[in-house]
């Protein structure tokens, strides 16, 4: 005798990912920010690297992976609840990133996709002038630098 819970919910979710359109839900996510670098962990367990595409145009990331079955024409499904198919996620990343140096790296399942921070969006020191090295003549507005010789303004 088989004991089988029946849960109406993964019925409903089992009818839906059959019935509409690219019947996949979306590859599970996580992403964070380590320093001046940002990672984007993907999960596409059971899928192999060459199965695995990611693609880059402007601030747009493309992750395709593909979900096939090891099951032969003539075998009995008991339990389906694996994916199958194509699966997609985009991502839109900001103008801080550097997408030219976005990295892809596969291990055990998971996708990394590491984007580092743009040089020009980093912190940087500005470097603040000296007073001393400028007068103000309040007269025409302009900044020159002393001369020798010529009469410091005084505001009174």
């Avoid at 670098?37 to 880059?56: A, K, N």
């Avoid at 985009?90 to 743009?118: C, H, M, S, W």
Wanted: without cysteine.
């Amino acid at each position: 005798m088989t004991l089988m819970r029946f849960d109406p919910f993964r019925e409903l979710d089992r009818l839906s990912e059959r019935v509409l359109p690219g019947g996949l839900r979306a590859m599970p996510t996580e992403a964070y920010r380590r320093g001046d670098e940002f990672f984007v962990l993907i999960d596409v367990p059971g899928v192999e690297p060459d199965d695995v595409g990611v693609t880059v145009e402007r601030n747009v990331v493309n992750v395709q992976a593909a979900f096939t079955s090891p099951r032969q024409d003539g075998d009995e499904p008991i339990i389906d609840e694996r994916p199958h198919g194509r699966a997609t996620r985009q991502f839109f990343l900001g103008e801080n990133l550097d997408t030219a140096k976005l990295r892809a790296d596969y291990d055990q399942g998971v996708l990394t996709l590491t984007i580092p921070v743009a040089e020009q969006s980093k912190p940087r020191q500005v470097q603040i002038a000296s007073p001393s090295t400028r007068t103000i003549d309040v007269g025409s507005h302009s900044t020159q630098p002393p001369q020798s010789g010529d009469a410091q303004p005084v505001n009174a």
